[in-house]
């Protein structure tokens, strides 16, 4: 089995708080670990429920907010589709790129970019828990297509013969 830390993390996490271990708990954390990328709280509740699983959706929010505190799922506002989740592992850190155009997400890893949120902390005498670095733009495909009017959408001078 695989994220047998981060299980043990979670279990610790939950007793820590003096929370039950439910298997509805367990599921989602199972679940969460199962998906790559990011997935909004209505589509792990469909892919829970499409194994069979009988979870209310009050269930899931309640449970996720849960596992974000625990430090094992980040919860972030990426582009416009609102919310989405993701697992993370233990020391694992990364960022977004969000296209305003068609959406996608990018993740990326930059260790200058830990080394000088360390270094920032270091200076301030600040004890770091999270970070939230995103940068929203365009990605390279949408880029291309916002090329400006008369540039790129100028009909190829072969179709023009035809008016
Ligand atoms: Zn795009
Ligand atoms: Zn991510």
């Known amino acids: 089995m695989m994220n047998v830390r981060e299980k043990e993390q979670f279990l610790g996490f939950l007793r820590d708080r003096g929370q039950r271990v439910t298997g509805e708990r367990l599921a989602l954390f199972d679940e969460i670990f199962s998906q790559h990328g990011h997935i909004d709280a209505e589509e792990l509740l469909a892919a829970m429920r499409a ?18 505190e625990s430090g094992l799922a980040r919860k972030s506002r990426l582009g416009s589709r609102g919310f989405l989740y993701e697992h993370m592992h233990a020391g694992q850190q990364h960022d977004h790129l969000v296209c305003a155009g068609c959406g996608r997400v990018v993740e990326f890893v ?19 828990a999270r970070h939230t670095l995103q940068i929203a733009g365009l990605c390279n495909r949408c880029a291309e297509e916002a090329v400006p009017d008369g540039l790129a959408s100028a009909p190829a001078p072969g179709r023009m013969a035809h008016v």
């Open 51 to 68: 194994r069979g699983l009988k979870i209310s959706r009050a269930t899931v929010y309640r449970n996720l907010d849960l596992l974000v």
């Open 110 to 128: 930059s260790p200058g970019i830990v080394a000088l949120q360390a270094e920032i902390c270091r200076a301030h005498g600040f004890v770091p």
